[in-house]
C-alpha cells in the first residue's frame, strides 16, 4: 500500500495572468495623468488628454484618404480605417470563430457609440 507516502509534487506554476491584465495593471500606474483637458475623471489616453479630447484636439491633419475629414489612424479617417481595417478584422473572425461572438458584441458598441 502506497498510503501515507508522500507523493513530491512540484509546485504547480501560477497561471500567466492574461495580457489584458497586466496593461491594465500598468494603466493602474498613475504615472499618466490627464493635464490638458477637464476631464480628469477620465482614463488617459494619449498627450495629456482623456481619449475624446485626444482625438477632437490632438489630432488634427487632414486624413490622407478624404483631405476634408480629420485623420483618425495610419493617415486615414476613421470612415477609411473602419473600412480597412474592418475587414482585417472579419477575416480574423473566420480563423477564429470562437471569438467571432466577442467581436461582433464589440463592433456593435462601437456603432451606438459612434
Ligand atoms: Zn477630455
Ligand atoms: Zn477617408
Do not use: W
Not at 488634427?60 to 478584422?89: H, I
Amino acid at each position: 500500500m502506497i498510503i501515507g507516502k508522500k507523493r513530491r509534487r512540484r509546485p504547480e506554476k501560477k497561471e500567466k495572468a492574461p495580457d489584458l491584465e497586466t496593461t491594465s495593471g500598468c494603466f493602474a500606474r498613475k504615472k499618466k495623468e490627464i493635464t490638458n483637458c477637464e476631464h480628469v475623471d477620465q482614463k488617459f489616453y494619449a498627450k495629456g488628454m482623456c481619449k475624446n479630447c485626444y482625438h477632437k484636439k490632438g489630432r488634427t491633419k487632414p486624413a490622407n484618404c478624404c483631405p476634408n475629414k480629420t485623420m483618425y489612424s495610419r493617415n486615414l479617417c476613421q470612415n477609411c480605417y473602419m473600412k480597412y481595417y474592418g475587414k482585417q478584422r472579419r477575416r480574423d473572425n473566420r480563423e477564429h470563430k470562437l471569438d467571432e461572438a466577442n467581436l461582433f458584441a464589440e463592433s456593435d458598441q462601437d456603432k451606438s457609440i459612434v
